[in-house]
């Protein structure tokens, strides 16, 4: 248990050093401070902070913001509201080090939902080390997924990305490029 202790605190240290030498802009490229930047653009003040998608027959349809071809979507990680890429390639709900750190420092963390770490590939072919985290609740539109694996970055301007973790857990998710929703079954 020292030895993640260890592992975290490491990461936060790394993140605050990283961000008092280049600094940090809003954090993030993505996640909570991106989504405050983002109300007005392409969600209504209700979806982004509330996540209410439209409900369909028990399914759940959350609009999709399209930045130069890269879909983010408004979700809350552990009830605090977040934008992530949607991203079907990604293993698992990736965020970054800075997105932990205020997590556990908003008590929305703690250490018994650090499981270890994992070994992943990332798109360029490169290996990365990650510290793999349980999350307790991930709402996306009017779904509640409980204890989602996610993995921490040791990036600070790693975007949060919604990977198979989360959509594995539905039964069919269905993309309308003609009107930017996203639906969940």
């Known amino acids: 248990m020292k030895i993640v202790l260890f592992r975290i605190g490491s990461l936060a240290i790394v993140a605050i050093v990283q961000l008092i030498l280049v600094g940090c802009n809003s954090c993030s490229?993505?996640?909570r401070h991106a989504m405050q930047q983002k109300v007005g653009n392409s969600y209504s003040q209700s979806e982004a902070v509330h996540h209410r998608g439209r409900?369909?027959?028990g399914k759940s349809i959350v609009h999709m913001r399209n930045s130069n071809g890269v879909y983010f979507i408004p979700v809350r990680l552990n009830g605090v509201?977040?934008?992530v890429i949607f991203d079907t390639g990604a293993a698992d709900i990736v965020i970054s080090s800075v997105e932990?750190?205020?997590?556990?420092?908003?008590?929305?963390l703690s250490e018994d939902?650090?499981?270890g770490q994992a070994y992943y590939g990332i798109a360029d072919g490169s290996v990365a080390v990650g510290t793999v985290i349980n999350l307790k609740s991930v709402e996306i539109?009017?779904?509640v997924l409980n204890n989602v694996q996610a993995t921490v970055v040791d990036n600070v301007e790693a975007p949060l990305l919604l990977g198979q973790s989360a959509l594995a857990q539905f039964g069919?998710?269905?993309i309308n490029y003609n009107d930017n929703t996203i639906e969940f079954d």
């Not at 932990?100 to 929305?108: D, E, N, P, R």
Request: proline share 4%.
């Open 100 to 108: 932990a750190l205020f997590l556990l420092k908003q008590g929305k």
């Open 81 to 83: 509201d977040m934008e």
């Open 29 to 31: 490229p993505s996640g």
């Open 113 to 115: 939902d650090i499981e």
């Open 172 to 174: 069919r998710v269905s």
């Open 141 to 143: 539109g009017n779904r």
């Open 55 to 57: 409900i369909n027959k």
